[in-house]
C-alpha cells in the first residue's frame, strides 16, 4: 500500500547546522508531496508542499525537491535556528478528500 | 488567516463514556477529516467527510466512532463508549477542493480516558 518512510529521530544539531531530513515514500499513482511541522504543544502546520515531479517546496529556509525517479522528498535547511525545534512530517496525498498519509515524524532538537 | 479550531482543548473522561470533540473547519473549505496521534506515535487517519458524508475511513474508525456536520460551521467526533486506548491528541483538519490543496489542522484535543 501507500506507504511514508522517514529517517528515525531525534535529530540534534547545534544552531548553524545544516540539515537533512530523509523521506520516501511508496504510492500507486502520482501523489503530491508535503512537509508538515508540530511545535510544542500546537497542531500541524504546513511547512511545505511540491506537486509534481522536480518541483521544490520552499518556505522559511527550508526546502524539499520532488524526486520521482528516488521516490524522495528529503527536508533541508542550510542553517538551523532554535526556533526550528519540533517535529516534521513527510505525508503524502493522492487526490481531493482521501487520506493524507504521515510518516512517522522525525524530532528535531537544535542547541544554541 | 482562517483557522480551525476545536474544542475543547482538554478533555478527561471515564471508560465506558461518551465524548464529542467538536471542529470548526475554516468556512469555505469542503473536506474535513479527523486524525489522531498517540502519544510519540505517528499521526493517524480516522475519517474524510464530503457532502455531507464520509467519504473515507480508516480501520481504526469503528461502530464506536461517529462524526456529524450538524450545522453549517461545526465538524463533530463522537466516541459512544470511550476505551483507554483512545487516549490521544485528536486533530481536526480541512481542505478546499483538488488534490493540490493542503490540509490545515486544529490545534488539537487532547482526550485522556482513565
Known amino acids: 500500500g501507500d506507504s511514508v518512510t522517514q529517517m528515525e529521530g531525534p535529530v540534534t544539531l547545534s544552531e548553524e547546522a545544516f540539515l537533512t531530513i530523509n523521506c520516501t515514500y511508496t504510492?500507486?499513482?502520482?501523489?503530491?508531496l508535503f512537509w508538515y511541522v508540530q511545535y510544542p504543544g500546537e497542531g500541524l502546520q504546513l511547512l511545505l508542499k511540491?506537486?509534481?515531479?522536480?518541483d521544490k517546496g520552499s518556505n522559511k529556509g527550508f526546502e524539499a525537491t520532488y524526486r520521482k525517479e528516488t521516490t524522495s522528498f528529503h527536508l533541508e535547511k542550510g542553517s538551523v535556528q532554535v526556533s526550528d525545534s519540533a517535529v516534521y512530517f513527510c505525508?503524502?496525498?493522492?487526490?481531493?478528500?482521501?487520506?493524507?498519509?504521515f510518516g512517522k515524524g522525525t524530532t528535531l532538537s537544535v542547541s544554541s | 488567516e482562517p483557522e480551525v479550531t476545536q474544542t475543547p482543548s482538554h478533555q478527561v473522561t471515564q471508560m465506558g463514556q461518551e465524548v464529542i470533540l467538536r471542529c470548526v473547519p475554516i468556512?469555505?473549505?469542503?473536506?474535513f477529516y479527523w486524525y489522531r496521534q498517540i502519544l510519540g506515535q505517528k499521526v493517524e487517519f480516522l475519517v474524510s467527510?464530503?457532502?455531507?458524508?464520509?467519504?473515507?475511513k480508516s480501520e481504526i474508525f469503528d461502530d464506536q466512532f461517529s462524526v456529524e456536520r450538524p450545522d453549517g460551521s461545526n465538524f463533530t467526533l463522537k466516541i459512544r463508549s470511550t476505551k483507554l486506548e483512545d487516549s490521544a491528541m485528536y486533530f481536526c483538519?480541512?481542505?478546499?477542493?483538488?488534490?493540490?490543496?493542503?490540509?490545515?489542522f486544529g490545534n488539537g484535543t487532547r482526550l485522556t480516558v482513565t
Open positions: 483538519a480541512s481542505s478546499d477542493y483538488g488534490v493540490n490543496s493542503p490540509l490545515h
Open positions: 504510492a500507486t499513482g502520482y501523489p503530491s
Open positions: 511540491a506537486t509534481k515531479a522536480d
Open positions: 505525508a503524502l496525498s493522492l487526490r481531493a478528500g482521501t487520506a493524507l498519509i
Open positions: 468556512s469555505n473549505h469542503l473536506y
Open positions: 467527510f464530503y457532502n455531507n458524508e464520509i467519504s473515507e
